[in-house]
């Protein structure tokens, strides 16, 4: 990666992490300050549970084909010198991560699986948060009092994406954990949004505001894959041979 780039990358990654916390503060606010109004629109639970759906949806579609958006090089070859190094880093790879002795802790092992640790739960997650959706947004079903909902939800996302800030203090197994606890957290926040100040614009701004933070978590992934393979001192590794 080039310098350029480089300042490109922690540029984006610090207006994420901005944007991130002004969201998470704003919506703690509106929750113990609903000072707005409810909207009155018969069709709130409706358009909020459709737009929640639809993101857990498209999150569970990428984390089934993550190599589409991975940050992670795809080791392809780039000449005939190259083509001994094979044995190294092969061109299928499991779990979307180079079969790479530093990716050991991003990968989940399930029997004779290799999985992506944080794909994995966050897939684990949606599949939650879509079940509880359809409780609340459709089902109608009250799941608590939003003083108790959204803190504990707050603490959820605030761990998965403290382990993405942290990648050093992690293993598949609190990847996979963290991962789970970000999207489950996310629903909670926004059920207890949603009972706290029942107007649709807040549910749907608190949506975005989720998005954000999926985007600042994907982030925090990309820094630590870039930082990964940039300490990498393995000579027959062909990423180092085209970043060196």
Known sequence: MSSNDFQRSNLTLTFLIAVSIFGFFLSTFFVFYPFTQESGFAYRKLVAGTAFTILCVSGMFASLFPSSCSAIPKFKKHNKQEKSDAPLHKTTFEAHHPPCDNYSTHILIVGKMRLCATCSGLMVGA???????????????????????????????????????????????????????????????????DNAVKNVSIDLFFIAISLIWILTKIALSERDHQRTCSNCIAESCPENKKMG
């Open 127 to 193: 599949a939650f948060a879509l079940f509880g959706a359809g409780l609340h947004f459709f089902g109608n079903y009250s799941l608590g009092d939003p003083i108790l909902l959204f803190p504990v939800g707050a603490a959820g996302v605030a761990l998965g994406l403290i382990q993405s800030a942290l990648p050093k203090y992690s293993n598949g197994l609190v990847r996979f954990v963290a991962s789970i606890l970000f999207v489950v957290g996310t629903f909670l926040m926004l059920v207890g949004l």
